[in-house]
């Protein structure tokens, strides 16, 4: 039988904090300085939806519902918080995304939403809206501005498990052979 979503999210997000901190162990000999944040309330993310004129998907919505936020998932760019998403800083970084977008190659619809970003990094992740399947999910897509469309993800679950392999593999490449095998592989 198949986890649930919020049980796939708390096993993912407890073994990628415990990876990344690894892996800043064996690269830098420091903390990798992440920050899960508190649980977002129900009535927050319904006063959310409501300003977006769509509901959340939910895989991305029960993520919020667990940590409203994640400061250092991707080094420089957080797992956007509600109260982040106020911050001119983040406003302004979001505003020339859409702008960039606009005027760029990729196509781009403008309700999408990011929902990793910081303000001094050229990389983001954002929610395809155009994907929207019945199940309510929608792609996430890894874009920078240098190369483009990255990666793209069925689901915050699927986005979660992509960079836990990812940072894996970088510990694997510090640590050469030694590294072993994927104690949490399933």
Request: glycine share 6%.
């Amino acid at each position: 039988m198949a986890k649930d979503i919020r049980t796939q999210l708390q096993a993912l997000v407890s073994k990628l904090h415990e990876v990344r901190e690894e892996f800043y162990q064996v690269a830098f000999g420091q903390s990798a300085d992440q920050v899960l944040g508190p649980p977002a309330s129900e009535q927050q993310l319904q006063a959310f939806e409501r300003s977006l004129g769509y509901a959340l998907p939910p895989s991305y919505r029960e993520m919020l519902l667990l940590h409203d936020g994640w400061t250092a998932l991707e080094d420089e760019a957080d797992l956007l918080s509600l109260a982040q998403r106020r911050e001119e800083e983040i406003r302004d970084r979001v505003k020339s995304f859409k702008r960039m977008m606009r005027e760029g190659e990729d196509p781009y619809n403008p309700d999408n939403l990011l929902v990793v970003c910081g303000a001094d990094t050229t990389f983001v992740v954002y929610l395809d809206i155009d994907t929207r399947r019945a199940d309510g999910e929608m792609d996430i897509v890894e874009y920078t501005y240098e190369e483009g469309e990255l990666a793209r993800h069925k689901n915050m679950v699927a986005y979660l498990k992509s960079n836990y392999d990812e940072v894996r593999g970088w510990i694997k490449d510090e640590k050469g052979a030694d590294a072993g095998s994927d104690p949490d592989a399933e």
